[in-house]
């Protein structure tokens, strides 16, 4: 029997008002897959380094430390991105 993979950790920075990191929140959710991983939001603005980071490239959506989208992505490409991660 092989062993469960551990929950893959997703982070999306992002900031209030912004419309397409909303849209990357519901993709996110819509994916499926809540149970594959854990989900943190971080508000870019919260961190000077993080604002000069990704101030016009929000949202941004890492998996395990990873950077797999920036400004678009679909239930389907982040499943996907998920899953590949989770066996890698």
């Not at 982070?11 to 909303?22: E, K, Q």
């Not at 508000?43 to 400004?71: A, W």
């Not at 239930?75 to 989770?86: N, T, V």
């Amino acid at each position: 029997m092989q062993p469960t993979p551990t929950k893959a950790q997703v982070i999306i920075y992002s900031r209030p008002g912004c419309h397409l990191c909303d849209e990357a929140k519901q993709a996110i959710e819509g994916a499926g897959c809540q149970n594959e991983y854990t989900l943190e939001e971080i508000n870019i603005e919260s961190d000077p380094n993080l604002v000069n980071r990704y101030q016009y490239d929000i949202p941004v959506v890492t998996i395990n430390g990873v950077e797999v989208f920036r400004h678009r992505l679909t239930a389907e490409e982040f499943r996907q991105r998920l899953r590949r991660a989770r066996t890698e």
